[in-house]
């Protein structure tokens, strides 16, 4: 491994004293067993309130139990089945492969995530509302010439539609470093498509504050790679469906 396991028994047990929380989950490559030195640590933690005071006095209680590098997610049951509903693949990947650390009334989150697993249609319909809310990016006047972030939202959409395409295919894979080539092998009339969108993620690391400031010439982004990356995402997400 890249780094040592993030000490997540303490988190565990700090949050069984937190008023108000339903459960603590652990997603993503630290669930996943696969630890390098980029990996972050995904945790969903689930309020019984909703609520800005409410997941505010939540993340206060827990922070100093959060290991390096945590990305958080908070909401409520309700919040949960929500965003279940506009990306079932992650409905697929928690009941695949989180690790559920904590929960307040036994057996509710894994009723709630089965209750939202993907069907063949919720996963088309994902992959067409992607592509039709990255439309609202081929204006870019919009950027004043920033278009590393464009190209992020770009990335960051593509890895659901490549997620959801290897679903509807049967294939139950959630790392991004493993995704993109094997859909490319599955589709490999788009393959020059699905590496094109692959090679967006150093602006997703850029936009995320996950690469230091002057790695990415932002002057010497080509305003064609918009249009192109938009084009290879629209082409993905058609062959997907098909």
Known sequence: ???????????????????????????????????????????????????????????????????????????????????????????????????????????????AVTRMRPTVETLRNEIVLEIQALNILARKSQFAGLFAYPLSEIYASSRSIVTASLLLRDIHLYDWRLIYRDLAQALPSVEAEIRQLESLRPYYDYARRRMPPGMIDLESIDPGALDDSLFAVRRVGEAAIK
């Open 1 to 111: 491994m890249g780094r040592s396991a993030p000490p997540l028994f303490d988190l565990t047990e700090a949050v069984r004293s937190v008023e108000g929380l339903d459960a603590l989950v652990l997603f993503g490559s630290v669930a996943r067993g696969v630890v390098s030195t980029d990996s972050d640590v995904d945790l969903l933690i689930v309020n019984a309130e909703p609520g800005r005071s409410a997941r505010r006095r939540t993340l206060d209680a827990v922070a100093g139990f959060l290991p390096c590098g945590a990305n958080v997610t908070t909401c409520t049951y309700g919040g949960l089945e929500q965003q279940l509903r506009r990306r079932p693949h992650f409905a697929s990947h928690l009941a695949d492969e989180s690790e559920l650390l904590y929960e307040s009334s036994q057996g509710r989150f894994e009723t």
